[in-house]
């Protein structure tokens, strides 16, 4: 066996260590390169920018803790966001196993933010019907949740004051990991209830969300881990999301390495059977 | 019988198909509280299908661990890991906090299921950069076009990319915007006609493979 071939076969062990390091190291050692902002990610954060005090800003986490690492910096970085603008929250998932996380996320950085459930956000909870939850939420909102997820009446509510339906919703942001999720947002909500859309997603999603932010159907994408760094740079506070940008930098540089190699080896191992059938001729 | 298995789900189907179809148009009040109505039945039988399908996956794995088939040491870890969780969610009123301090529900979610999906999610990492390295050959013309958009996106995603190639953070935002979005807009308008299609026939009949099997 050539040397070429032994490299082409190596034992897959060798890559988990190449990229077991390559995800350890930078998170031990950053190095913080500088992050490009997209104009994708910038579309929510002015939008929400350009949105004035006590509007609705309704944020949906449907995801569950197998995005945790991508999600969570995201809507970390989003809560924050309208929380300092002052917006009134009104948070909820479309994934029964995201709930826990979902309320721990909004509790915890509205606690950080100094903010008040049922006065200046209301997490909603979970519940059943996927799509047809958002449905019920654009006809009757108190219908959809008669109670927040505290067991709270939603009736009465001080945050959501003026609020029927998903028509009096200033801006609402999808942060989804798979269906029910941003698209489901878009189909089912936005087009019948018309409010402003936006949504956030895993890395290997983002790509399958284009079309609707091209289309305009939705104004802004943040997409993955990538994109929860954006939004940090945007909103000045560091977060874990630009400390992962390091590990992944690198991850992506070494699957590319890996490529090219084995890419060079195969070339090689090519040409030596071709040179070897012309001499066999 | 065949009339109440066959002619009435079809009749119910047919209504139900134009109505609905029909309401998307209407904004009357009427139809808006029809619509208002329907969609909390569906929140209703989505409750019930939830039910449906915990029982379902109990029944399957009961059947496993009956005859000892392989791997019912994991069915029986399946149930005992089901059941348990369901008694201390009871117990802890389906609440992972009380007050700001932790159930033993939130427990099993924040120590048990968090790191047991992340890590899951996390091992995939290893396994793709395994899989490029062995199949991620330009083979064919095609093969080396895709490769060169991979890794284009690759470094233009991730900001030691474009500090190595600055012109690789805009042209993978080309990609992305132009090449990827036109041809999934193809895709989605293509998938969505034969949404369309299939509607059409199941509302009228032609299609009835929905109704299941059973005997006439």
Known sequence: MSFAERMLKIDRRIIFLVIGFCTLLPLLY?????????????GVYDYIESLPEGSVFLLSLDFDP?????????AISLLRHAFRKNLRVIAMTLWVSGTGMADQVVTQVAREMGKESGKDYVFLGWSPGGTAVIINMGQDLYGAFPADYNGKPTKGLPVLQGIASLRDVSYAVSLGAGNPGVEAWYVFGKDKYKFELAGGCTGVMAPGLYPLLRSGQINGLIGGLRGAAEYETLIGQKGKAIAGMDAQSATHL????????????????RKQATQQGHSGA | MIFLRRQ??????????????AQYYVPHPASEQMLTSVTKWLQIIGGFALVLGVSSLFHVHAIKIRRKEAGWGYSFVLYVSMLGTIAVGL???????????????????NFMMVPLQGTMFAILAFFIASAAYRSFRARSREAAVLLIAAVIVMMGRVPLGEYLIPLSGDLSQWILNVLNASVRRAILIGVSLGTVALSIKIIFGMERSYLGGGKE
């Open chain 1, 30 to 42: 950053p190095v913080g390169l500088p992050i490009k902002i997209s104009p994708e990610v910038r």
């Open chain 1, 66 to 74: 197998a995005s945790k690492p991508e999600l969570h910096p995201q």
């Open chain 1, 254 to 269: 070494a699957i590319i390495v890996l490529v090219i190699i084995c890419n060079l080896f195969y070339f090689s191992l």
């Open chain 2, 8 to 21: 009435v789900p079809l009749l119910i189907t047919l209504i139900t198909g134009i109505v609905f179809a």
């Open chain 2, 91 to 109: 117990w802890s009123n389906g609440k992972e906090a009380v007050d700001g301090t932790m159930t033993a529900f939130g427990w099993i979610y």
